[in-house]
């Protein structure tokens, strides 16, 4: 199946136009959710939150029997909620650093939830088949309940973060200063935390336990290099997210035996290379320009320097003198005499050069600033 | 026990403590989730290594997934340099990736790997006794035995020659870097023992759980004691407990040993975060509400020294006068009481003159800003703690 017939498909087939609907709402959210995660520097509480759900999904159908996707949520919500405050627990009560708290309740939370699965493979009875999909995930599972599902769940979390906005913000960038205001910083932590855990669990599903983390990171990652804004990184951070979801699904779907997941992590970690290149401002490829010009700049300047320190020994400042004698200035190159040329700072004829006023003046008030700048 | 059952212990043993030694600088180090991305990002490096050799336990395959292990800890630390991202950000990036390169590496060659992608992932520990070297038709044993075991060997020979080395650097990098010792280096070597420990141990216990091997018993280690040779010896003793006692759990429940073995191990850990002397939940606990209450008696002291007027200091009057509940202003008397540092006559309370004196103290190191001196004054003059 090549593009243009999977975007044909998209329209009429029912499967595809579910699970493209699911993923991008769900790169959505979780892109969006994920800027604050960024920003609190709880990058990896997803990985372990996302691993620390799996006993809950093997206990949840151990309990009740049922494999419906709402039930094994719930129970991989409560799961992923106990990991949370357990880790939170370690970091405050004892001198255990938080990354160790991270891998030991990821790696633990995990490693019981293994045992539960497989306990629960080997029991006579149990129609068990399907629930290790929730390891790597499966897009193809998604119908449309699942879907509805997501889209309650990710406008019940709009309406809050919009609500709680301003609390949110002022809570991410100066904590104290919100609690000496007077806000409920443990609530609002509380929410927040809440809405991320919620977010990840609702992933499952369709990218599985392992992947999650990335998805919840990388449209953030990306937004991030683009804003200064929360705003508008948490808006660009969801359509990063939803454009990951929209065309990892497509990819996977024309490719065959591509599994949705890794794809959709693939395309949001283009996404994360490009922003990282490219983002105007905090990409590195402006920043190499701008390091570049700088650097060009300074040598022209001490060229500069070297020259009126010469040239101010003479009554006529404009007495020409060798360019041979430049060769013994390191900072002086052929690049930096041709700049000073073009900005008319000197004149260059037969190998001699002279200072022209402007490039007298100049220098003056490079002297000036400088001198400034160690009062 | 078969002869199957005891080999299964013994890699799993040895296993765990290969991974414990590693884990214990991992934790120390604050890089515990270091060890996540390297397990997970193996596993591209696994997928090429079993095209070329075709076999699990080459030493080609390991070192060739051991490089794409090392490969992430160099591009998080290049990530981290540009500023772009935080650290942790940048872990998090790196290693979904290249697990997600793995899982479609093996999706897209289905046919041709005969490599499970839950094997990799959660191992399979029981399997481990079939796969045996024979040579001229001599059993020397299984062959993931010999791997662990000589990356175990190698972590340990490692381990005692850089010993002073790995601990200077892990606690005071000013200091090692000044008398010549290259933090580099041993970060590098401390992360390439990490990533061929990862690969050695994941066809035993799968690419997540080794993650569990060096963090749990190393954490759970650092809960008891805070000397780095004690906090090793009792991460290997956890490690090994937690194998042999993993093990049998998964015989008794029939399900996987590796998920076993980590279930123990959080257990373990959980013990100690409750119980653990000193650091654990409860003695913390504990100690929180006894300077609470010893923090109430001085209060009650300053009071009483305060004011020299009876009615200020009619027991009758507490509640009203310092605001204290009945039961609580009840529980600060008789601590006063048995400590001599009150006398009560006709219901009025007064200061003894060890009691003045414990206050004047106080006052002075509170004062002169050295409150901590306090908890060394309280043990001057307390009979009974609080």
């Not at chain 2, 390439?192 to 954490?219: C, E, H, K, Q, R």
Request: net charge neutral; aromatic share 10%; charged share 15%.
């Amino acid at each position: 199946m090549d593009f243009t017939e999977y975007f044909t498909q998209v329209f009429n087939d029912y499967t595809l136009r579910t699970i493209t609907l699911g993923t991008a709402i769900l790169g959505a959210i979780s892109g969006m959710l994920g800027s604050f995660a960024v920003l609190r520097k709880q990058s990896l509480l997803g990985d372990a939150i996302s691993h620390a759900s799996l006993p809950g999904i093997a206990l949840a159908f151990l309990l009740t029997g049922i494999k419906s996707t709402d039930v094994l949520l719930a129970g991989a919500l409560i799961s992923g909620l106990i990991g949370t405050y357990w880790i939170r627990g370690i970091v405050k009560n004892t001198h255990l650093k938080s990354d160790t708290a991270l891998g030991l309740i990821l790696s633990v939370f995990f490693g019981a939830g293994i045992l539960l699965l497989t306990f629960i493979q080997k029991m006579p009875d149990a129609n068990q088949a399907g629930l290790d999909t929730y390891l790597f995930g499966q897009a193809a599972t998604l119908v449309e309940s699942d879907v509805w599902l997501m889209s309650l769940v990710t406008g019940v979390s709009l309406f809050l973060v919009m609500l709680f906005w301003k609390e949110f913000k002022l809570n991410l960038f100066d904590a104290d200063f919100a609690h000496s205001l007077g806000f409920n910083t443990k609530f609002l932590d509380l929410l927040i935390s809440s809405l991320i855990v919620i977010a990840i669990v609702l992933g499952l599903q369709t990218v599985g336990v392992i992947l999650m983390s990335a998805m919840l990171l990388a449209p953030a990652a990306a937004a991030r290099q683009w804003t200064h804004k929360l705003g508008a990184m948490v808006i660009l951070s969801g359509i990063f997210g939803a454009l990951s979801g929209i065309v990892g699904t497509a990819f996977s779907a024309s490719g065959d035996n591509l599994s949705t997941g890794p794809v959709i992590v693939l395309v949001a970690a283009c996404f994360v290379l490009l922003s990282f290149i490219f983002a105007p401002g905090r990409g590195l490829l402006f920043r190499e320009l701008r390091y570049r010009k700088n650097r060009n700049d300074l040598e022209m300047n001490k060229t500069l320097a070297f020259m009126y320190n010469i040239a101010k020994g003479h009554e006529n400042i404009s007495h020409p003198h060798s360019v041979r004698i430049l060769n013994n200035f390191r900072g002086y190159t052929r690049k930096s005499l041709k700049k000073l040329i073009d900005k008319e700072y000197i004149r260059v004829y037969n190998n001699m050069w002279s200072l022209t006023d402007k490039g007298f003046r100049q220098a003056v008030n490079m002297y000036n600033q400088s001198e400034d700048s160690y009062e | 026990m078969s002869s199957a059952q005891i080999e299964i212990q013994l890699i799993a043993t040895l296993v765990a403590v290969a991974c414990a030694i590693p884990g214990t600088f991992l934790v120390l180090r604050k890089m515990a989730m270091i060890s996540d991305a390297i397990s997970h990002s193996i596993l591209p490096g696994l997928v090429v290594g079993f095209f070329l050799t075709q076999d699990l336990n080459s030493p080609l395959l390991i070192l060739l997934a051991a490089a794409s292990g090392l490969i992430t800890v160099i591009l998080v630390e290049f990530i981290q340099k540009t500023g772009l991202v935080k650290e942790d950000t940048a872990i998090g990036l790196v290693f979904p990736v290249l697990f997600s390169i793995g899982v479609i590496l093996i999706a897209k060659n289905a046919n041709d790997v005969h490599l499970d992608i839950d094997a990799v992932l959660l191992g399979e520990i029981a399997f481990a006794p079939f796969d045996r070297i024979l040579i001229d038709g001599m059993d020397y044993g299984p062959k993931s035995l010999w791997v662990i075991g000589s990356i175990l060997l190698l972590t340990i020979i490692l381990l005692l020659l850089y010993f002073k080395e790995l601990k200077l650097s892990t606690f005071d990098e000013q200091l090692a870097t000044t008398l010549g010792f290259s933090p580099v280096i041993i970060h590098y070597g401390l992360m390439s023992v990490a990533s061929v420990t990862t690969v050695g141990a994941f066809d035993a216990v799968g690419a997540v759980l080794v993650v569990a091997l060096m963090i749990a018993p190393a954490a759970t280690a650092y809960l008891l004691t805070t000397d780095l040779k004690k906090m090793l010896v009792l991460a290997v003793l956890f490690g090994c407990a937690g194998a042999i006692g993993g093990y049998w759990l998964a015989h008794y429940l029939d399900a996987s040993i590796a998920g076993s073995i980590t279930t123990v191990l959080g257990a373990f850990f959980l013990l100690a975060y409750l119980f653990a002397p000193g650091r654990g939940m409860l003695s913390v606990s504990y100690k929180q509400k006894r300077q609470e209450k010893e923090v109430h008696l001085l209060t009650f002291l300053l009071h009483l020294q305060n004011h020299e007027e009876t009615s200020e200091r009619h027991i009758k009057h507490l509640n009203e006068h310092i605001n204290w509940h009945r039961v609580k202003a009840r529980s600060v008397v008789n601590l006063a009481l048995k400590n001599n540092m009150i006398v009560i006559e006709d219901g009025v309370i007064s200061l003894t003159p060890k009691g003045s004196e414990f206050t004047r103290q106080a006052i002075e190191f509170i004062m002169s800003g050295k409150s901590s001196a306090i908890e060394e004054m309280k043990k001057k003059f307390f009979l009974f703690r609080g």
